[in-house]
């Protein structure tokens, strides 16, 4: 097995259900025993993703208008 570094949820899902492991979340009640169960947690880890990313870019580019706090000037 390699590095669960680098890997999305979703391979980490496959690899562990190739070894016959599923997952359980304890407190939203899924699990990826079964089809529905891997399939809305897919789905939460493609949105996770997608806010990750995008927070990212808001840090990188600065906030809106140019400026930030005591009159800094983002590049």
């Known amino acids: 097995m390699r590095s669960c570094i680098d890997a999305t949820p979703g391979q980490l899902i496959k690899e ?42 808001t840090h990188q580019r600065g906030p809106p208008g140019g400026q930030g706090q005591r009159g800094q000037v983002w590049p």
């Open 16 to 57: 562990f259900d190739n070894m016959g492991v599923a997952i359980r979340f304890l407190d939203d009640g899924i699990s990826t025993e079964g089809i529905m169960g891997k399939m809305v947690v897919t789905i939460l880890s493609a949105v996770a993703q997608a806010r990750a990313s995008a927070h990212t870019g």
